[in-house]
């Protein structure tokens, strides 16, 4: 099939997908249409809850596998959208509606690599195609409930809207519930020990330090505490217990494990991760991939932002069309040529690292 057949094909598709609801945990709808899609173009699938995934035709056990990943899930729309989001609209080369960005150009760009790859017997990869759910709340029912049925993977290229540039480092989160310890007492007499202030000192550790090592590609670790509560509601009563919560973005330097212990032999508060599961993501600048997207023209940086790339055991990269921008924006957009220039970044991507034309 050619190139432009992929490009006409993958814009009815986003097109369908936009009018369709699919917000985290309701992506139904847009997975029956993505299976359809499948059958329409003699591809069989496999569905597990709204995740779809497919194999090359000429699938080989005995060679490394690629896998080819973006999600079908949105954000609920922004309030101060002037349009309605699931009326896919064309205006001045702009698609718009909401997932149209982050991240249907993806999705449907790295579907038209996959079926220009399909039918080749010839590769030295095996080419594996998943459209997973529940991306934007990190749901344990999207692309990590299927990992466990998925062929062993060897090197993922995640679809992200990059602008095509190769994100080869992506920071990791993690969450932590903090709780200080006091002693309640009247605030009008010297009673209680003041677990607010107990807090205020471990906040404020929080705030200042700096873990040393700094990454090339991230920079340096970032943690914010973005909530703060105590036990009691009464103006007049000191509290004993004060709860927060910091934000940790992490990068290749530190495990999550690492950095939690250094955390808690700096603070007197109780601590505690809410998860471990979304770590920090690196490739390295020498490997194949990267040297085919540098060969490309594209440039190279590392991600602040966290996608199912942290739940992928494997070596991976983020790339895809779109501007990260735009995402979660109100009137969401992506412009026609992205689509068409982010199904050949992908297309030229596979073939360099498959020495193939």
């Known amino acids: 099939m050619c190139i432009e057949k992929h490009y006409e094909d993958a814009v009815q598709l986003l097109k369908q997908l936009i009018a369709t609801p699919s917000f985290s945990k309701e992506e139904q709808g847009t ?4 299976g359809q899609f499948m059958t329409d173009k003699g591809v069989a699938y496999n569905q597990h809850l709204n995740n779809i995934w497919a194999l090359n035709k000429h699938f080989d056990p005995a060679k490394p596998t ?8 949105t954000v609920k729309p922004n309030p101060q959208y002037t349009r309605d989001p699931f009326a896919p609209t ?3 080369g702009k698609l718009f509606g909401l997932g149209s960005n982050d991240a249907g150009g993806c999705l449907v760009s790295l579907l038209a690599a996959f079926l220009h790859f399909y039918e080749k017997n010839d590769l030295p990869y095996n080419i594996v195609v998943a459209i997973t759910a529940e991306e934007e709340i990190s749901g344990v029912n999207g692309i990590e409930s299927i990992l466990n049925v998925l062929p062993e993977i060897d090197l993922a290229i995640v679809g992200e809207p990059t602008k095509t540039d190769l994100a080869v480092a992506e920071k990791g989160l993690m ?4 709780v200080a310890h006091g002693k309640a007492g009247h605030a009008a007499r010297d009673e209680g020990e003041n677990a607010l202030y107990n807090a205020m000192d471990d906040i404020n550790w929080f705030r200042t330090y700096r873990f040393p090592k700094v990454s090339e ?30 934000d ?7 495990t999550l494990e ?7 032999q700096h603070v007197k508060c109780d601590v505690t991760p809410r998860s471990m599961r ?15 997207g540098l060969s490309l023209g594209k440039q190279l940086y590392g991600s602040p932002t966290t996608s199912d790339q942290a739940l992928i055991p494997a070596t991976s990269v983020k790339v895809g069309p779109g501007d990260s921008a735009r995402s979660h924006t109100a009137d969401e957009f992506i412009y026609l040529e992205e689509i068409r220039q982010g199904i050949d970044t992908y297309i030229k991507l596979l073939s360099i690292v498959n020495g193939v034309n």
């Open 278 to 292: 979304m770590r920090p993501s690196f490739i390295p600048r020498d490997h194949a991939l990267v040297k085919a």
């Open 175 to 178: 969450v932590l519930d903090c």
């Open 258 to 264: 690492e950095m939690l212990e250094v955390i808690k």
């Open 90 to 92: 064309v205006e001045d």
């Open 31 to 34: 997975a029956k249409i993505l």
């Open 217 to 246: 590609s991230l920079g340096p670790v970032k943690m914010s505490v973005t909530v703060v509560q105590t036990s009691n509601k009464a103006h007049n009563v000191v509290p004993a217990e004060c709860s927060f919560v910091v």
């Open 66 to 73: 690629i896998l080819l990943n973006s999600h079908h899930d």
């Open 248 to 254: 940790i973005r992490a990068t290749d330097q530190y």
